[in-house]
């Protein structure tokens, strides 16, 4: 049999069926090019790609962005006018923003908004009516780019942001001084009325993106039961996957969800999801299920699994241990792939060091295999 | 209603998340002539230790924690005038911070709060602190503890960073370090050189509790 290519891999795992090898690919987001990248591209290492295939226009609401200096340092403050009132919020750019990729700065940290649209009770109508005059439009140009450039190297997936209510939570209130559970706490009818406005306005959005051409649409939900404990998930962010899912199943779209958090507790309610792919899934000491429990919990699923950051930050030494720990964990390997990081950049010796375990992953995953592979490495 | 029942109806406020009930059951009872003293250290803060019961058993999450510390902080804003100012006597001093870079707060409110329930006085300089700031504060306030949050890899380092500062400042051994966030491992802790990696809010407390318990046997 030829040797599948990088995105036949993928997309043979994402239909829970059995690849050459294990799949292994980089975030084109965490990416940095250089010869590391390049040689453990050349080596077996797929690429993944998030791109919208659609654009938004928000009606009737003035948007102004300036630069100015509150007491934490240089913001850009985006203020938003509407005629029911008028909110505003910080942006915080780290160096490197805007001068190369992806909006990272040099270190690879996203724009932090250090305060939120809604701080207080008035701000609801303000978002709401924001909500209400917002409108998605067809546009597949980035989509259908970026699967020319990258061919048969890797995949691209129709990316949406967080859900309502994790919009609600991580981007209009923010948790900061706990104000999203101090505000579902004292003012719960305003939190599900403007939420139930978000779902209504996004429903345009979900078909737009099951006709995508991408293969794939990701949802970037940041689930964490930290933050999403089980009750909560299973009233707000469960009914929200199975509205999303009924559209993008009936025009045949993967459905993949970024869960990067500590997850072991929601483990049999995900189990419950419509969900095709549980991508970013961090095995411990970041996260807290073990990819092999969570492929064996979750047995309609596939695992795209985010290496964890905490281990890179140890060495390459680390980084081998956890990796053959990580393939023994989950021997035989099926409905698995890897991704190099979910998180940060990668250091070159890091990555070279990855790859040279996960090239040698030939699927079916054996205990000897493993051992050959660390044999092989030392 | 007599004592006992108004402390009973604050610690169920507590337990029960309710605001307007805290705040109420607060303003009725310090009419009515309650102990102040009482009503925190009898009535709020057993609510407080049913809610982190409740919390270590899995049956409440880190948002419940988030909202019972603010009904808590709601209630005491009514009795805290009732309270005479000389008799807060505290057990120990923490200056907390999230690093620089990293401004998640969360486990670091949590845990001030908690701190602050058990009777430290803590010096929250907030989120993204340049170790500059740790330094001087260290200096300023002489602490027994320091404590350092990081949810992110990118900033975790910067604990690291925190604590060759002390040294070079001659300030380590005058200070526990404690350090906290999902990142974090104990094996990342040891080789920073910090005294304790959390577990989680919970057992952080208990180790600053242990800490200072210990010096003050000590002393």
Redesign the interface.
């Known amino acids: 049999m030829a040797e599948m290519t990088p995105r036949e891999r993928i997309m043979a795992v994402s239909h829970k069926k059995r690849a050459d090898k294990l799949p292994f690919f980089h975030q084109w987001t965490h990416c940095h090019t250089g010869w590391a990248e390049r040689e453990c591209r050349n080596r077996g290492m797929g690429l993944f790609w998030r791109r919208p295939g659609w654009r938004v226009t928000v009606h009737d609401v003035e948007i102004t962005e300036k630069y100015t200096v509150v007491e934490?340092g240089p913001v850009i403050r985006r203020t938003y006018v509407t005629p029911v009132g008028t909110v505003y919020e910080d942006e915080?750019r780290?160096p490197g923003v805007g001068q190369w990729h992806a909006e990272r700065s040099w270190?690879?940290?996203a724009p932090?908004l250090?305060e939120h649209p809604i701080k207080g009770p008035e701000d609801y109508k303000v978002m709401k009516y924001i909500a209400e005059h917002t409108e998605y439009t067809t546009d597949y140009f980035p989509v259908e780019q970026a699967k020319e450039w990258l061919g048969e190297d890797g995949i691209v997936v129709d990316v949406h942001a967080h859900q309502p209510i994790q919009m609600l939570m991580l981007d209009w209130i923010g948790?900061?001084?706990?104000r999203f559970?101090?505000h579902?706490?004292?003012y719960p009818d305003l939190v599900e009325d403007l939420c139930q406005a978000i779902s209504k306005s996004r429903e345009s959005l979900y078909e737009i993106q099951a006709k995508s051409p991408a293969e794939f649409v990701w949802l970037a939900d940041n689930v964490?039961?930290?933050?999403d404990?089980?009750?909560?998930f299973e009233k707000y962010l469960m009914p929200e996957y199975e509205k999303m899912a009924k559209v993008f199943h009936k025009h045949g779209k993967l459905f993949a969800v970024h869960m990067d958090?500590?997850v072991n507790?929601l483990k049999h309610l995900i189990a419950r999801t419509p969900i095709d792919i549980i991508e970013a899934l961090t095995s411990p000491?970041?996260g807290d299920l073990p990819i092999g429990e969570a492929l064996s919990v979750w047995k309609d699923k596939v695992v795209w699994s985010g290496f964890p950051?905490?281990v890179?930050?140890?060495g390459p030494e680390a980084t081998k241990k956890h990796a053959l720990n990580l393939l023994r964990n989950v021997i035989p390997g099926d409905r698995l792939a890897i991704e190099m990081s979910t998180?940060?950049l990668v250091s070159n010796e890091n990555l070279t060091m990855l790859t040279s375990i996960l090239e040698n992953a030939d699927l079916p995953l054996t205990e000897e295999k493993i051992d050959r592979i660390a044999a092989s490495l030392s | 209603m007599e004592t006992k029942e108004y402390l009973a109806l604050l610690k169920q406020s507590i337990i029960n998340l309710d605001f307007d009930g805290a705040v109420k059951v607060a303003n009725k009872a310090m009419e009515a002539g309650v102990d102040p003293y009482l009503a925190i250290n009898e009535g709020m803060v057993p609510g407080m230790a049913v809610v982190g019961d409740k919390f270590e058993k899995g049956e409440y999450f880190l948002s419940e924690l988030v909202v019972a510390a603010e009904v808590m902080k709601e209630g005491l804003a009514v009795i805290t005038p009732y309270l005479k100012k000389d008799v807060s006597k505290k057990i120990g001093k923490v200056v907390i911070a999230t690093v620089e870079g990293d401004y998640h707060d969360i486990g670091k409110n949590i845990v001030t709060s908690l701190l602050r329930i058990q009777g430290f006085e803590v010096v929250d300089l907030g989120t993204d602190v340049p170790t500059d700031k740790i330094i001087a504060a260290v200096n300023e306030h002489q602490p027994d503890i320091v404590a350092m949050s990081a949810l992110l890899n990118l900033t975790m380092i910067k604990m690291g960073e925190t604590i060759e500062a002390l040294k070079a400042a001659k300030l380590r051994e005058k200070v526990k370090v404690i350090v906290g966030g999902t990142s974090l491992t104990d094996e990342f802790a040891q080789k920073i050189g910090a005294d304790h990696c959390a577990a989680d809010a919970f057992e952080g407390v208990k180790k600053c509790l242990k800490w200072v318990t210990h010096q003050e046997r000590r002393n």
Do not use: Q, W
């Not at chain 1, 964490?224 to 933050?227: E, H, I, K, T, Y």
């Not at chain 1, 404990?229 to 909560?232: C, D, L, S």
């Open positions: 934490t915080k780290d270190k690879d940290k932090c250090t948790t900061r001084g706990g559970f101090i579902h706490a004292k964490d039961s930290v933050l404990n089980p009750r909560f958090g500590r507790n000491p970041m950051g905490s890179y930050v140890l998180e940060n």
